[in-house]
């Protein structure tokens, strides 16, 4: 029974398309978010909804789109993927402040 | 503009050794500290955590120390065991619109050699 699961795990797409990632968590959490490890390894913070609001936006080109039908999902969308989008996409929930996020096992999303 | 730094991309220890893990960060609004470890695949997993009122926390092999003075935090692991060997990351978290912003370091690759 996972806490906090992703779909797909892997992506393979050509470059100009455009793709979805689903996410949804068990955990009865208030906040989830998105975050991307890049070919560094950096884990960014790309989005944070609480309640279903946006909250947190970091610099994030408007071709991700992130979408949270209710509290439990948040999904993220690109348009026209590009190459530099290549990347783990991981997603995350925690409840308050001062609580632990719990994380998928990610998506790792490949652009040729 | 990196606010959590880990500046040590990996470390290597020989298995029950103590592994010291060190994070640092900029930004004063922090006041509640985590660490993570990943396994390859895998999403990161919660290890220890400490408030900021706090200047240490264990729990079995595993204790994180703060210097809020400094801005420093350490994650102490003893006896280093190899399964231990992943990736670390520390993350600092701030409130933020009443819910939290967390944010991480670059991690740190964790050898542990028999």
């Known amino acids: ?13 050509q470059m100009g398309n455009d793709k979805s990632i689903k996410c949804e ?7 989830m978010y998105w975050y991307k490890q890049d070919s560094k390894k950096f884990l960014k913070i790309m989005f944070s909804y609480n309640n279903k609001e946006l909250i ?26 590009e190459l530099g989008d290549s990347a783990v996409y991981f997603c995350a929930s925690s409840q308050a402040h001062g609580s632990e996020a719990f994380f998928g096992q990610g998506t790792r999303l490949t652009v040729v | 503009d990196q606010q959590v730094k880990q500046n040590s991309p990996s470390l290597s220890v020989q298995e029950g050794r103590i592994s010291i893990l060190n994070c640092d960060y900029t930004n004063s609004m922090f006041d509640y500290f985590l660490w993570y470890k990943k396994y390859p695949a895998e999403g990161p997993t919660f290890l220890i955590s400490i408030s900021s009122i706090k200047d240490k926390n264990e729990d079995g092999r595993f ?22 060997s992943a ?6 978290s701030a409130e933020f619109q009443g819910a939290q912003k ?12 028999p």
């Open chain 2, 102 to 113: 967390l944010v991480f370091g670059q991690g740190t690759r964790l050898t542990i050699n």
């Open chain 2, 87 to 92: 990736v670390y990351f520390c993350a600092a």
């Open chain 1, 25 to 31: 968590q068990n955990l009865g959490h208030d906040t």
């Open chain 1, 56 to 81: 947190i936006n970091e610099t994030v080109p408007n071709r991700f789109s992130p979408k949270s039908p209710d509290k439990a999902h948040l999904n993220l969308h690109i348009n026209s993927l």
């Open chain 1, 1 to 13: 029974d996972t806490a906090v699961s992703q779909t797909p795990k892997y992506l393979v797409t």
């Open chain 2, 63 to 84: 204790t994180v120390f703060l210097n809020k003075s400094a801005k420093h935090l350490s994650l102490h692991i003893v006896p280093s065991q190899p399964g231990d």
